[in-house]
C-alpha cells in the first residue's frame, strides 16, 4: 500500500514514519510512504504556501495552487487514483470501521492543513476530511500519521502477528480486555496488586471467556455507546443483560 503526505513539515512527519511498525513494513516493502514538502510545488522565490484571508480576519489561510500542483504531481505517478484525505478538525472522526474502510484503497494521499485553514477550493480534489478528534492540532501533520499508522496495521504483513490484529477489541467495536506480565507477585506497597488467578491457571478456555467478559465490562463501564454498535456473541448478549439488571436492581434500590 501506497502513502503520499503533503505537509510543510516534512521533518515532523518523516522520522515518525520510519520508526516501529511502520517503518519496519517500509524497510521490508509492504508499505511506500513518500513525505512531499508543499513548498516544493510553489512557484514563487520564497516559497509562500499562505496568504490573508479573503474578507479579512486573524490568521492566515494555506493557499490552493501548491495543494493542486502537488496533487497533479502525485496523480501522474500513480497507477489508478489514488483517495484523497484532508485532514481538519472539521472532518468526519476517524473510526475504526472508518480505518477499515481506507485500508481497502491502495492509495492514500493526505494533506496536512495548518494555520488557520486551507483555502476551500482544496477541498475540490478532497475526496473525505479527517478528523481524529474534537479537539484543535496545530496541524494536520499529527493527525496524518495517526491514520497512516491506523490503516498501515490492517495491511497484511504490516503487523508480525496477523492474529492480533484480527483480535484486537476495537475490530469488533470493544475495548480490551486488562493484561498482566510476569512478576506474578510484585513487592513492597504494590504487593497487593494481584494477577487474577484465572490467568494463572493454564486453563485456557477460562482465560479466553474472563477476557472476554472484561472486555465487555470496561466497554459497559467506560464507553456505553460503544455497545449500540459492537458485535456481541450470545455470551457477551446475556452478560450485557445481566450488566443492565444489576444497574437497574441498583438504581432502583
Ligand atoms: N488539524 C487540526 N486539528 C485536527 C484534528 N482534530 N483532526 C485532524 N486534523 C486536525
Redesign the pocket.
Known sequence: MRFDIVTIFPAMVEPAVKAGVVGRAIERGTLQVKVRDLRDYTTDRHRVVDDVAYGGGPGMVMKPEPFFRALDAIEAESAGRPMVLL???Q?TRLTQPMVERLSGHGHLVLLC?RYEGVDERVRSRVDEE????????S??EL?ALIVVDAVARLVPGVVGDEQSVAEDSFSRGLLDYPHYTRPAELPGAAAGLKVPDVLLSGNHAEIRRWRKREALVRTWTRRPELLATAVLDDDELKWLRELRAQRNTEVGG
Open positions: 485532514t481538519s478538525p472532518g492543513g479527517v478528523s481524529v478528534g474534537d479537539y484543535v492540532l496541524g494536520g493527525a
